[in-house]
């Protein structure tokens, strides 16, 4: 029987909506029904989606032309996740989210296990803005929080960076495909994200999608699917932020606001949340305490299974402090897979990094 990741992508790849899918499959019981049905059912199924999209689900239909597509897509380092894999984050199967059958991603796909905080705001941001991002980012970072955003201009893009410069995790999820990173000045910083070990980039569309006006707020739901809460961090009376903090208050999800200089435009839309309910904060330890997070408890993952690296790292570190160069020349790793594999361990605290790059267990 073909796997249903196959037919999730051979739906995305037909540009049938989610909406759509989600009733075609309801309706058929199962993917796989609904991959049995598409030649005999034709008037059953165009009614519900088009002429348009129905012709492109029978063009696609091909094992072969799969097969080839997806093994092309693993080659370039595209990671899929689709509703029925573990992988897939139990936050994003709840109703209210509009749940994707189908994420593409690259990076490390084991930062979904943390605890995960949003982080957004305005494209056109204040001195404070970046300095309020870079303390309440580093808090969280520092918590083992996984910080989210959507790696646009502006507060997004300094949440990411501040989360990487403290030695945490951070979560991009995209409007546009994860090999189209937009705005494209953020390329570069995209895949260092990546290789660093410290970052993954997601979304819902297609991999080479370059991205519409629609797809950017569309996809701010998953950004607060994600997490746990959402923080503002400056964002006008129209940001696009404040349509997070919405969907987030549809989530069930909490809504933090940085508190600004009322009179400049930028601190509008978070004054304005917090006389709504959102709660007023100023750090880290202010988000922490209200979603009941713990440092101790978030110094760990859900899963603390090791991968092969990690425990060929963690096994020599039984030995004694070490230091980065030898673990090197003792291990056969490459720096870039060494560094990779020691910010794991650090944030799942199994160990821990000492001035002079030497290394020690802890635990």
């Given at each position: ?175 546009s495909g994860v090999n189209r990173v937009t705005p494209v000045t ?178």
């Amino acid at each position: 029987m073909i796997e249903n990741k196959k037919i999730y992508y051979w739906l995305t790849l037909s540009g049938v909506s989610q909406t759509k899918q989600r009733k075609l499959i309801e309706f058929y019981g199962s993917p796989y029904d609904l991959w049995q049905a598409i030649r005999s059912e034709r008037r059953v199924i165009e009614p519900n989606i088009g002429a348009k999209h129905f012709e492109a689900m029978l063009h696609y239909r091909r094992d072969e032309f799969l097969d080839k597509d997806l093994d092309s897509l693993y080659r370039g380092g595209v990671k899929l996740i689709c509703y029925d894999d573990e992988l897939y984050p139990q936050r994003l199967k709840q109703k209210e989210v509009g749940t994707p059958y189908l994420l593409f991603a690259r990076g490390d796909l084991r930062l979904l296990d943390f605890p995960c905080v949003a982080m957004v705001g305005t494209r056109r941001c204040t001195r404070y803005g970046k300095l309020m991002v870079a303390r309440i980012a580093r808090g969280l970072a520092e918590s083992g929080v996984t910080v989210v955003s959507g790696l646009a201009d502006g507060i997004d893009t300094y949440a990411h960076r501040a989360t990487i410069e403290a030695g945490g995790k951070t979560i991009a999820v995209l409007g546009s495909g994860v090999n189209r990173v937009t705005p494209v000045t953020n390329q570069n910083f995209a895949n260092g994200m990546i290789t660093s070990g410290q970052g993954l980039i997601m979304s819902e569309y297609l991999p080479s999608f370059t991205g519409a006006k629609y797809t950017f707020p569309e996809r701010n739901r998953l950004i607060s699917g994600l997490s746990l809460g959402v923080v503002i961090v400056e964002a006008g009376s129209g940001s696009g932020a404040l349509i997070t903090a919405t969907n987030a208050a549809e989530q069930g999800r909490e809504v933090f606001a940085v508190p600004a200089n009322a009179d400049i435009p930028q601190a509008l839309g978070g004054i304005g949340l917090i006389k709504q309910g959102a709660h007023c904060v100023t750090d880290a330890e202010d988000i922490l305490g209200i979603l009941n997070l713990s440092k101790k408890e978030n110094q760990k993952p859900s899963n603390l299974q090791l991968d092969m690296f990690e425990d060929k790292v963690y096994t020599a570190l039984q030995d004694g402090k070490q230091n980065f160069d030898s673990l090197v020349a003792k291990l056969g790793l490459s720096p870039a897979e060494l560094s990779a594999t020691l910010t794991a361990l650090e944030m799942k605290k199994l160990i821990r990094k000492e001035p002079g790059n030497w290394y020690v267990s802890d635990s």
